[in-house]
């Protein structure tokens, strides 16, 4: 038992001294081993803001490596100086604490919540004049809190484009042989060529964070070279925006309104609930199939109504319209008044009117979805299913993803099309006029494929509703003094 | 002040050293093995809502490392709870105490949450040459959480396959630095753990101005090793003490890989039943006679729409043919004595193979892979699926059966269509047309082009061999989630040590 203690100390022991040297190794880097360094402080309000804050950090910590150009300093390193610059009395101790540890860029960030909204003030203030350009505040608002990190993440893989490595000479060797601070982590790959401001170098070994490079021309210890290798950034801009989508449809699931599964439940109204609906009440029962997907307090839009059953009159009183009434109502009966060209689109005008109602039945849904904020279901996969759903209904791709003035234009240019194609199809025009439906059908497809989203709340999320409302600076003067700057702007 | 600060700062190390080594030579015993030193510092979360599930990777990763027997690893609570201690955590501080501590490889990882599904990252780091705190291998993968129910008993079990998969994959990656040694007696040997055996590169650092840069090696030539002896293939190879061979740990990968198949199989699946291949023989002609509406509602049943819609683009081609063969056949052009086409036979032909076997692999697709996606994780034991008897019989009748059978949907419908376009194409050559002869009574059959005809079947038989080979020797499709990207960082400089040429080997591979 006793000798089980004491392994235990004396592990304890060795790993607390390896560890101390290893800190000490680390901290003897300022001649210039490791990276350009950034120090990253969540700046807690509350209780209730603090973890977003601690979230929000952490992210922007994760992306300062993935650019692999600012080495995040370790959180201890960063609360130690925090205490010193709090004892000694200076104006800003963050500042302080940051130039008692020689970053280079600090960033600050604070999280707080106003009304549904989240907000995270992100400010960047660079130490090194090297990087003055960095300097900035960003204001981020989400009505989603899982995206205020995301966002004050994507801000920081935006300030990485085409931002360079730059390397010091750490050593000199012969056969112009150098070794820089720049590996691995910054994105340098072994027995490849870079260009640099002089001439191109070529990185013969690497390791995580250094690098054998050969250099042509001639270098001292301590100098500088730009490596013009840039950060992946659009790699990460991309996952970070798929991950601000994934929260967004998460949040606006018309899962949490509805029980069972909504995605069964769209397929069987689109397919079934709404045709049955409307044969009974003919324009407002695609409004009623509505309710099957469990939409609360649901209210109709009466443009929709007045067009859909319009349209379903037109569908069943054209050809008596066109010939003064003098046809018989029925496609299949073929009166003495009832020609073959009046009798196949009266056949079309009702073989086609279940396009008219499920058309109807998706601007409804549509309507219905911008009313109440939620999203369609198979959303994550909104280009195939808008695809798919132009397939089969006139415009139907672009009332599935809330265009619903796009959705009617296609609607009501395929079926004229089609319908003037159909009475006119033993000539010439008539069969450019499928053809031209065809086209229009097959545009309707790539463009319901292609175009965004048109429900704004679900855009709000994505965009990048940046401002930099204030931002505030220190300067040294020319007796030493500190200058703060202080800037408001707006745009206009 | 400043000069004795920097003066004890200076001496700190020293100081420290010395304690250091006092400690390694009379405690540690660890430094004192060949097997490489590995520690594993931590599986990270995101966020919160997956502090839970990064501490069940971090002991599950920490298990398989033990589990290898390839590692000497350190105590990683006591490492963990240091490291934290003394605010090592990022990845310098953490890669500059593996330095210090002599450690060879670091496992870490990190847990993120994605809504819908758990991302999980895993990263092995080499410190000594040739990686010098590269990454030698990473792992990224997403795990599935919605609509499952999935508790801690499933959390480990999916922890534990993605570290075993991890681990794997990294010994496949990583090269362990062995140096050879000189006994007191003056015979050279191998310092290692493990008996090596094989061909290998022999590597002599170039000179190198101080220990602690990164170093590059040159190649002195290839020597034979069998156990710690080692027997020179080239005469004119002179080696020395500290010169290095790299070796790998393939076999040792296979057989993880293996066993975590092999255990997951256990759990998932009912075991090896012939009464289960029996069923499926049976049941072969009614399921594939249902195919066309039993299909369609398996999927709709399942919710895999995704399937529906794969199902509705590749089937109504067949169906078409199948419904065509059945309203247009032969009969039908007899009884007005007219000719019968050539297509119109094929059609037929080919719609009565439609109906009694060709629909199979659709309903099997239909439930196969649901079936494989609860397998996957972990959602209970799955009937009449994992054996491979049924999955040779699917492939032997249908296109692409075995395939879907396996959960492999993408290589199922490949197979469906290939063998359909070339089953189709022979009974179309061998089903010419008859011309009806007004004066005779009778049918006459048009010739037979037999050389098309065969060349169609050889290829429809080699597709068939193919296919049956595939199918058994693929593996069920019941990894839990989708491997996001695979890394591998080995970068080897190889130099010729005499004519300073270099040749650089950069292997990236993704997917």
Known sequence: MIQKHFKAIIHINFLTLVILLSFIISSQAEDGTYSDKVGIFGIAGNRTNAALTTETADYIKKIFTYCG?????????????????????????????????SLD??????????????????????????????????????????????????????????????????????????????????????NTVYPTQKSDIKIEQTGRFESLARIPHLKEIKEKIIIRTYPETDKILEEITN?????????Y????????????????????????????????????????????????????ITLSTSLIAMHLLLPELMTGFDVNFFPWKQDSDKTEKMQNLQKFLWISLPLTFSASYMDQLAYQFIQSEKLPPFFKNRNNMAGLFSLFIPGGGLFYKGRRAA?????????????????????????????????????????????????????????????????IGFRPGAENESIITLMVSTGF | ?????????????????????????????????????????????????????????????????????????????????????????????????????????????????????????????????????????????????????????????ICEEHAGYFISDCLREYKSLTYIKTSKDNNTYIDSDFPVNGKFTLYRFEESPEEKDLKKAGIVGSISVSGKNITITNEEIQFRENDFILISFDRKADFLEKVYYGRKRELVFNGNSSADTA????????????????????????????????????????????????????????????????????????????????????????????????????????????????????????????????????????????HNFLLYSFLKEMSPGKSYNEQKGTYTKDSINRKKAYTWLGAFTLLKIFEITHVSLIRDNIKNGKQIDKGFAFEPVIYDYNNDINIGIQYTFSF
């Open chain 1, 253 to 304: 699931s018309i899962t949490d309104i509805t029980s069972g599964n909504t995605e069964k439940r769209l397929l069987e109204s689109v397919c079934l609930v709404n045709i049955g609906t409307n044969l009974i009440i003919p324009g407002y029962g695609a409004f009623l199939s509505t309710s099957y997907l469990g939409f609360e307090n649901p209210k109709p839009d009466p443009y929709n």
């Open chain 1, 407 to 471: 959705g009617w234009g296609f609607y009501f240019s395929e079926m004229a099309l089609a319908g003037y194609g159909i009475y006119n199809q033993n000539k010439d025009k008539g069969r450019y006029a499928l053809y031209a439906s065809g086209a229009v059908k097959i545009f309707d497809i790539a463009y319901a494929w292609f175009c965004s989203s048109g429900f704004s709340f679900y855009d709000r999320e994505l965009e990048r509703d940046v401002n930099t409302p204030v931002t």
């Open chain 1, 69 to 101: 150009r600012f080495m995040p300093e370790e959180s201890k390193q960063l609360d130690t100086a925090l205490e010193k610059a709090k004892n000694s009395n200076s104006r800003n101790v963050y500042i302080h604490a940051g130039e008692l540890l």
């Open chain 1, 105 to 190: 860029i600090l960033v600050m960030v604070v999280s707080y919540q106003l009304g549904n909204a989240v907000y995270s003030d992100v400010n960047i203030v660079p130490l090194n004049s090297a990087y003055e350009n960095f300097k900035k505040t960003i204001r981020i608002k989400s009505e989603n809190k899982l995206n205020i990190p995301l966002k004050a993440g994507r801000e920081i893989a935006i300030l990485h484009r085409n931002l360079p490595v730059t390397a010091l000479i750490k050593k000199k060797y012969e056969n112009g042989l150098y070794l820089i601070n720049a590996g691995e982590w910054h994105g340098l790959r072994e």
């Open chain 2, 279 to 418: 069923i499926m023989i049976f049941s072969t002609v009614p399921l594939s006679v249902l195919m066309p509406v039993a299909a369609p509602l398996a999927y709709y049943r399942n919710s895999d729409y995704y399937g529906l819609g794969l199902w509705a683009l590749n089937t109504l081609p067949y169906l078409y043919l199948e419904y065509d063969g059945f309203k247009n056949r032969p009969n039908t052009y007899e009884d007005s004595n007219s000719d019968i086409p050539g297509k119109s036979r094929a059609r037929f032909r080919f719609g009565i193979y439609m109906c009694l076997a060709g629909g199979i692999p659709l309903i099997i697709d239909a439930f196969s892979n649901q079936m494989h996606y609860l397998a996957q994780s972990y959602q209970g034991t799955q009937p009449y699926v994992g054996h491979t008897a049924s999955a040779i019989y699917l492939s032997l009748i249908s296109g692409g059966g075995g395939l879907f059978y396996k959960g492999y949907r993408y290589h199922g419908y490949a197979y469906f269509h290939l």
């Open chain 2, 1 to 157: 002040m400043k000069n004795s600060t920097q003066n004890t700062t200076k001496h700190l190390p020293g100081l420290i050293s010395i304690c250091f080594f006092i400690f390694i030579l009379l405690f540690n015993s660890a430094l004192y093995a060949s097997k490489p030193l590995a520690a594993v510092t931590g599986v990270k979360s995101g966020n919160v809502r997956v502090l839970a599930v990064s501490a069940i990777l971090e002991d599950q990763l920490i298990n398989v490392v033990n589990t290898t027997g390839i590692f000497d690893l350190i105590n990683s609570g006591l490492l963990k709870e240091q490291l934290v201690k003394h605010g090592c955590i990022e990845e310098e501080c953490v890669l500059a105490f593996a330095k210090t501590a002599k450690i060879n490889l670091i496992f870490r990882g990190f847990v993120y949450d994605k809504g819908s599904s758990i991302q999980i990252q895993l990263l092995a780091q080499g410190i000594d040459y040739p990686y010098f705190g590269k990454i030698v291998y990473q792992y990224t993968a997403g795990i599935p959480v919605k609509g499952l129910n999935l508790t801690a008993a499933e959390y480990k079990y």
């Open chain 1, 243 to 251: 991950d601000i989508s994934g929260n967004t449809i998460s949040k």
